[in-house]
């Protein structure tokens, strides 16, 4: 097939008039009949490596796929653009019929989660139809150093040997070296099928904050975003604390999301969601793997998320349609402390692996310079310097060499016993004579009263970022104690630098886009209420019409009819010959 002829088949299919990335090496591989194991970013049109694919190909692409709310999200996407596609579900009340059409050649994607493929009764009925391609999404659950290991995808390569003249497309946004070698190895992909699309989201500003207030953090997140977003809270009791707070404080639409609601609840809200413009979801990790929303503008973390692995998929949730969206991490020294106290409880074998992701994720918090860098270098990147589009990139820390402080106050850990808290330690490093210090005769100790008051200031950071890099640990009863690195700082082999909120009082550079409407046209705003009332009828998410980057070229080129319109980005035929003559008709008002 000839260039031209692949670009018209983009077209047509998804309105767009070029491949984005490596999406044209992937599907000419896939065209080809050749296994890949693709590695893109989120955002980066993942889906559409296989979609467009299984429109070309004579037979069905069958799609395994972790949850079912991701395979009815692609469903309806793929749909609207005229792809022939079922999913077989315990949710889908339509199975025989899917069955039927599946056999009959009428399918171009059948989605399936990984437990159902695993089964010998879908190997039969697989047996029973014409196969183009094999699509394993979120393909690092396959491994297990991956972040999001599930045993299930482990039995998908028996299956995919039954049937070893059809091409595998492994999918996944966050793969690191060792990651991507394993799946390679799980499904069965040769190692030149390896394509590393890279890891960076440009349109992603990264933003890391110590969490002192984080309901008014949060509200002045909300108020600087108008846009959908989602705030990860790490328990269930914290995810409806947060949501009831931030609805009072707020005034916006926010909503709970955990496993521990009721299931229709639970559903209710989550369709209410994909449905919104601008609602926030509090919710958590397990809600987003499943949500194929392009339009989140925002995704904060109200504490740690597990690894920087799982940070880079979870924040990847925000500006899917590359547009300008946040990454707000809200970060304490006990989040820390409790991820390290439950390294105990991870089998041995594994927790080598999980204290260095952990000890990745206090390097990404503590550092002073550029955390888009810091990130990139972690998947295997090269990056620039700094970025221009993070915290520190745009309103430089100040960094201080505050390694002799913290022998200070790791010695006075030590000579108190190793069972004292923050505050008593301080005490003693202050010279304070209360009631307490007396009494246990720590006013009689070499590191009484060593700290002067400028150095002071520096200890709540300091032990902040000792408790992040391990070098401080909690003891059973709330004191501190020495770990990790300690011995070595305390004999002066290991450095501590921590970063220092900028002193000038000025606040971190914001969007000055102005959202979704950045011109405050008010042609888009009225293309955005027919998109609006179209989903409305349709029972549709507005996004699966069109995104508002589709939005604002109309508004900006204004076609007159159905041919200029089907020059604009993102609209393909189908969906020109269901909308078009409608939203002409808004545009010819202005």
Same mark, same amino acid.
């Given at each position: 097939?000839?260039?031209?002829?692949?670009?018209?088949?983009?077209?047509?299919?998804?309105?767009?008039?070029?491949?984005?990335?490596?999406?044209?090496?992937?599907? &000419?591989?896939?065209?080809?009949?050749?296994?890949?194991?693709?590695?893109?970013?989120?955002?980066?049109?993942? $889906?559409?490596?296989?979609?467009?694919?299984?429109?070309?190909?004579?037979?069905?692409?069958?799609?395994?796929?972790?949850?079912?709310?991701?395979?009815?999200?692609?469903?309806?996407?793929?749909?609207?653009?005229?792809?022939?596609?079922?999913?077989?579900?315990?949710?889908?009340?339509?199975?025989?019929?899917?069955?039927?059409?599946?056999?009959?050649?009428?399918?171009?994607?059948?989605?399936?989660?990984?437990?159902?493929?695993?089964?010998?009764?879908?190997?039969?009925?697989?047996?029973?139809?014409?196969?183009?391609?094999?699509?394993?999404?979120?393909?690092?659950?396959?491994?297990?150093?991956?972040?999001?290991?599930?045993?299930?995808?482990?039995?998908?390569?028996?299956?995919?040997?039954?049937?070893?003249?059809?091409?595998?497309?492994?999918?996944?946004?966050?793969?690191?070296?060792?990651?991507?070698?394993?799946?390679?190895?799980?499904?069965?992909?040769?190692?030149?099928?390896?394509?590393?699309?890279?890891?960076?989201?440009?349109?992603?500003?990264?933003?890391?904050?110590? %969490?002192?207030?984080?309901?008014?953090?949060?509200?002045?997140?909300?108020?600087?975003?108008?846009?959908?977003?989602?705030?990860?809270?790490?328990?269930?009791?914290?995810?409806?604390?947060?949501?009831?707070?931030?609805?009072?404080?707020?005034?916006?639409?926010?909503?709970?999301?955990?496993?521990?609601?009721?299931?229709?609840?639970?559903?209710?809200?989550?369709? *209410?969601?994909?449905?919104?413009?601008?609602?926030?979801?509090?919710?958590?990790?397990?809600?987003?793997?499943?949500?194929?929303?392009?339009?989140?503008?925002?995704?904060?973390?109200?504490?740690?998320?597990?690894?920087?692995?799982?940070?880079?998929?979870?924040?990847?949730?925000?500006? %899917?349609?590359?547009?300008?969206?946040?990454?707000?991490?809200?970060?304490?020294?006990?989040?820390?402390?409790?991820?390290?106290?439950?390294?105990?409880?991870?089998?041995?074998?594994?927790?080598?692996? #999980?204290?260095?992701?952990?000890?990745?994720?206090?390097?990404?918090?503590?550092?002073? &310079?550029?955390? %888009?860098?810091?990130?990139?270098?972690?998947?295997?990147?090269?990056?620039?310097?700094?970025?221009?589009?993070?915290?520190?990139?745009?309103?430089?820390?100040?960094?201080?060499?505050?390694?002799?402080?913290?022998?200070?106050?790791?010695? *006075?850990?030590?000579?108190?016993?190793?069972?004292?808290?923050?505050?008593?330690?301080?005490?003693?490093?202050?010279? $304070? $004579?209360?009631?307490?210090?007396l009494a246990r005769g720590h006013d009689q100790l070499s590191v009484f009263g060593i700290v002067g008051a400028e150095e002071a200031?520096?200890?709540?950071?300091?032990?902040?970022?000792?408790?992040?890099?391990?070098?401080?640990?909690?003891? #059973?009863?709330?004191?501190?104690?020495?770990?990790?690195?300690?011995?070595?700082?305390?004999?002066?082999?290991?450095?501590?630098?921590?970063?220092?909120?900028?002193?000038?009082?000025?606040?971190?550079?914001?969007?000055?886009?102005?959202?979704?409407?950045?011109?405050?046209?008010?042609?888009?705003?009225?293309?955005?209420?027919?998109?609006?009332?179209?989903?409305?009828?349709?029972?549709?998410?507005?996004?699966?019409?069109?995104?508002?980057?589709?939005?604002?070229?109309?508004?900006?080129?204004?076609?007159?009819?159905?041919?200029?319109?089907? #020059?604009?980005?993102?609209?393909?035929?189908?969906?020109?010959? *269901?909308?078009?003559?409608?939203?002409?008709?808004?545009?010819?008002?202005?």
């Amino acid at each position: 097939m000839t260039r031209d002829a692949l670009l018209e088949h983009l077209h047509s299919t998804f309105g767009f008039s070029a491949f984005r990335g490596v999406q044209e090496q992937v599907v &000419g591989r896939v065209l080809a009949g050749q296994s890949t194991l693709a590695v893109m970013p989120t955002g980066a049109g993942k $889906s559409l490596t296989y979609q467009l694919p299984a429109v070309m190909l004579p037979g069905t692409c069958v799609v395994i796929s972790p949850l079912i709310a991701l395979m009815h999200d692609q469903l309806r996407a793929a749909s609207a653009n005229g792809i022939r596609a079922a999913s077989l579900t315990s949710a889908d009340l339509d199975r025989e019929a899917t069955i039927d059409r599946f056999r009959a050649g009428e399918l171009d994607l059948l989605y399936v989660a990984p437990e159902r493929a695993s089964q010998p009764h879908f190997r039969e009925l697989l047996g029973k139809a014409d196969l183009s391609l094999f699509a394993i999404d979120e393909a690092h659950c396959v491994s297990e150093w991956g972040h999001d290991f599930r045993p299930d995808y482990r039995a998908l390569r028996p299956l995919m040997d039954a049937f070893a003249d059809v091409p595998r497309l492994a999918l996944t946004a966050t793969a690191d070296a060792h990651t991507r070698a394993d799946v390679l190895a799980q499904l069965g992909i040769p190692t030149d099928g390896l394509i590393v699309a890279g890891f960076d989201r440009p349109n992603i500003r990264y933003a890391i904050r110590h %969490r002192d207030s984080p309901v008014q953090q949060l509200k002045s997140l909300m108020a600087e975003q108008p846009g959908p977003g989602i705030v990860y809270a790490p328990t269930r009791r914290k995810v409806e604390e947060l949501a009831e707070k931030l609805a009072a404080a707020t005034g916006r639409a926010v909503l709970p999301y955990h496993a521990g609601l009721d299931p229709a609840v639970r559903a209710a809200n989550q369709a *209410a969601f994909v449905a919104s413009e601008d609602m926030v979801m509090v919710a958590t990790v397990a809600f987003g793997m499943g949500i194929d929303k392009p339009d989140v503008r925002f995704v904060a973390h109200a504490g740690i998320p597990k690894s920087i692995e799982g940070y880079y998929q979870e924040t990847g949730r925000a500006g %899917r349609d590359g547009d300008a969206a946040l990454a707000l991490m809200l970060w304490a020294a006990e989040d820390f402390a409790r991820a390290r106290m439950r390294l105990a409880e991870v089998e041995e074998a594994r927790r080598e692996g #999980e204290r260095a992701r952990l000890d990745a994720l206090a390097a990404l918090v503590e550092t002073a &310079g550029c955390r %888009r860098a810091l990130l990139l270098r972690h998947f295997g990147e090269d990056p620039p310097q700094a970025c221009g589009n993070c915290d520190n990139c745009l309103d430089a820390p100040g960094v201080h060499d505050a390694t002799e402080l913290a022998r200070k106050l790791l010695s *006075a850990v030590y000579r108190t016993g190793q069972t004292y808290g923050f505050g008593h330690v301080e005490k003693v490093l202050t010279g $304070s $004579s209360d009631e307490r210090v007396l009494a246990r005769g720590h006013d009689q100790l070499s590191v009484f009263g060593i700290v002067g008051a400028e150095e002071a200031a520096l200890l709540k950071p300091l032990v902040r970022a000792l408790q992040a890099r391990g070098a401080l640990v909690p003891t #059973e009863h709330g004191g501190l104690a020495l770990g990790g690195d300690a011995r070595s700082i305390l004999k002066g082999d290991a450095a501590v630098l921590v970063a220092l909120p900028p002193r000038t009082g000025r606040k971190a550079r914001r969007d000055k886009s102005g959202g979704s409407n950045p011109v405050g046209n008010p042609l888009f705003e009225a293309l955005r209420a027919l998109r609006r009332d179209l989903a409305a009828e349709a029972g549709i998410p507005p996004y699966v019409i069109f995104h508002d980057a589709t939005l604002r070229e109309m508004a900006l080129a204004r076609p007159a009819n159905l041919a200029q319109l089907g #020059e604009i980005g993102g609209v393909g035929a189908r969906k020109l010959a *269901a909308y078009g003559e409608a939203f002409l008709a808004v545009i010819r008002q202005y």
